[in-house]
């Protein structure tokens, strides 16, 4: 019996014929060259899309690329990136300094005047909508062996209890002992000596001299104009009482590594200007600096490098919108830099352990609950891996009147190897909080980016295993955290590895944005410098590839705490939960303003009626976004709601 082969049969076996023999010649580079071809196909199957959702590159013309270090949705729709210098030595010194607007909806962009360079800046929304930015980079980082002048930290004591000194820059120290002299580059104030009194007699004791630190270097280079040791110094150019009751201490002041340098200078982002205006200085300068939104409006300013380029010795202090100044909180909490804290319904905050870097080991790692009121921190045990919080990642959980917490990843102290791939859950509403494991990544990660979504799940993507993807060490992975089932599910995998500088933002018609990294090295033996990614993802999720999505119409702009707004839609039988969404402001996996409020809904013969909670503190003043979900839990794009 006999077979005759169908003419697609017979091209199938000739082709399969041609692939065996090329095969044989070629075989690895064959099957790279199919299995990449299978891969594209496979990701762009509209049934793995509605499973995994999709990523694709965002066509940034060439003259709009930068460094992008910054990311904030603003109540535009449009989202401002800032790179400042860009983490680039060059540039800082050409004084070239950048930000980019994006209007995702036309696909639009346009290059921001930027006035200062906010590289490692703090920023956060504020409640009229626009936006803060504080602090930055007065001088780049130099290691040893590339420092040439001896330098470092000279703290100035003003013993005069009526008044306080300014010194110049260019104001001379020469040591008592070691005859050397060092000069000042920025002037200084020093504040007045403080009289201090017996409490029960009112006896005068003594005056506590005014403090004020400068950094100080030698006129002339090499290693014979280091200090070696403490010193007093005399200070050039004083006469009479001041000669007598100003003078200077300082360490060894020598040729080691010199740290970043923060600036005071602050700025608000105007959305409708399309301008950054300048605003009160801090009182310290800062870089890698918090900004935390308060109950009352108010911005609380934790951390950071000074103009010496040591961490800010727990001065916080507080800005205010309306006066558009900076106040001293009266009281100090020492934290690493960029430390996660999160503003609770009870108005105190909370401090997840996550942070960013720079400051000691063994101070201000331990997370914990703190009230302002007072100063008091209550630390919140069961933390695993506690020595690895550096470079993770915490989330608000949605509904934020939960009040629970996720942190995910992190890793070893300073330039450590070490990564952890534990996530750690957290009730702070419970009478006893602890911490508690949620489920592992795959691997040890630094560095995730999180986004919280419309469908009540979280978005967790890139990271590396190692110290700013050392060893070709990124992880090309994304995820989504469902805090319902206290699981993770794996989606479609971005196009790029992303570590230090990375952040993500969610977008208000549902998609999520990814931009940044900034790799030491471009190969796994460590022997290419890396080259910042300037490329920007848009992660498209699931529930966008499904048929029809549920949409808001007419309604109210603006919906006061405790009030209700009434909005049209076609879809009112089908919409099962509204919330309103907090807009990003994400840098160094840093973004503390993002929350998930729900909403009450109720139906209405042509649409539904939403209340918002009457909780300062859960629902900060702002603009937020306002999505709904359906019964198949998709979303509609946002509407923006201002709560006054």
């Known amino acids: 019996m006999s077979f005759r082969l169908s003419r697609r049969a017979r091209r199938l076996s000739i082709t399969g014929a041609v692939v065996v023999a090329l095969a044989a010649f070629n075989g690895p580079a064959l099957y790279r060259f199919g299995s990449e071809q299978y891969h594209d196909y496979k990701i762009n199957r509209p049934e793995y899309k509605a499973e995994n959702g999709h990523w694709d590159f965002l066509d940034v013309p060439a003259k709009f690329k930068i460094n992008t270090i910054h990311s904030a949705l603003l109540h535009t729709g449009k989202v401002l990136m800032i790179a400042g210098s860009g983490n680039n030595q060059k540039n800082f010194d050409a004084g070239k300094f950048e930000s980019i607007l994006w ?64 010194l110049p820059a260019g104001t001379v120290f020469t040591g008592k002992t070691n005859g050397r002299t060092y000069v000042t580059k920025d002037p200084v104030l020093v504040e007045k000596a403080k009289k201090v009194f017996d409490r029960s007699t009112g006896k005068f004791l003594r005056n506590d001299p005014g403090l004020g630190r400068i950094y100080v270097e030698a006129r002339q280079s090499g290693k014979k104009y280091e200090s070696g040791t403490e010193d007093n110094y005399e200070i050039a150019g004083l006469k009479a009482t001041d000669a007598r009751n100003t003078y200077g201490i300082a360490q060894k002041l020598a040729l080691d590594k010199k740290d970043f340098q923060g600036i005071r200078e602050s700025y608000e982002f105007d959305p409708a200007s399309e301008k950054y205006v300048m605003v009160d200085p801090m009182n310290e300068a800062r870089w890698y600096p918090s900004l935390t939104t308060l109950k009352d409006g108010k911005v609380l300013a934790t951390s950071g490098l000074d103009e010496i380029g040591q961490i800010v010795p727990g001065k916080d202090e507080i800005y205010n919108p309306k006066t ?3 106040k001293y909180t009266g009281f100090e909490r020492r934290l690493p830099t960029y430390p996660s804290l999160f503003l609770l319904e009870s ?62 990843g992190g890793g070893g102290v300073g330039e450590s190897e070490k990564s952890t791939e534990k996530t750690r859950l957290v009730d702070t509403k419970a009478a006893n909080p602890s911490f508690k494991d949620g489920p592992s990544l795959d ?19 890139g990271g590396s295993e190692d110290y700013r993807g050392r060893s070709d060490s990124n992880i090309h992975e994304a995820r989504t955290y469902d805090p319902r089932s ?53 992660y498209t999720p699931p529930y966008l590839y499904r048929d029809s999505r549920p949409k808001l119409t007419d309604g109210p702009q603006k919906i006061a705490r405790g009030g209700s707004g009434t909005f049209k839609t076609q879809h009112a039988s089908s919409i099962r939960t509204a919330k309103l969404m907090r807009p990003s402001a994400v840098t160094h996996m840093t973004d503390m303003d993002q929350r998930s409020i729900a909403l009450e809904v109720k139906k209405t013969s042509d649409g539904i009626t939403v209340t918002v909670p009457k909780n300062q503190a859960l629902v900060p ?17 946002a509407v923006w709601v201002e709560v006054p």
């Open 443 to 461: 691997k040890g990660t630094r560095y995730p980016s999180a986004s919280l979504m419309p469908d009540d799940t979280v978005l967790v993507t």
């Open 103 to 166: 209007d995702p909806k036309a696909n639009t962009y346009k290059m921001i005047p930027t006035p200062k360079d906010m590289f490692c800046s703090g920023h956060t929304q504020l409640p009229d909508g626009k936006l803060l930015v504080a602090g930055g980079t007065k001088r780049y980082e130099k290691l040893e062996g590339d420092v040439t002048k001896a330098g470092g930290l000279m703290v100035v004591h003003n013993e005069n209890p009526d008044k306080p000194i300014t």
């Open 324 to 326: 558009k100044t900076w």
């Open 347 to 408: 108005g105190k905050l909370f401090y997840s352990g996550s942070n960013a870097g720079y400051g000691p080991a063994d101070i201000g790692r331990e997370p914990g609950i703190w009230n302002l009121a007072n100063n008091n921190f209550e630390k919140i045990p069961g933390m695993s891996d506690p020595d690895q919080l550096e470079t993770s990642a915490t989330v608000m959980l949605p509904p934020a009147q939960d009040q629970k917490f996720l942190v995910i």
């Open 486 to 538: 206290n699981s993770f599910k794996r989606l479609a995998d971005p196009n790029v590895g992303r570590n230090y500088h990375s952040g993500s933002v969610l977008l208000p018609d549902g998609r999520v944005m990814v931009a940044g990294s900034d790799s030491l090295y471009s190969d796994k033996a460590n022997t290419r410098p890396g080259v910042f990614e300037q490329r920007i993802e848009i």
């Open 621 to 637: 003043s702002g603009y937020y976004m306002l999505f709904v979900t359906d019964d198949q839990g998709t979303p509609s794009e």
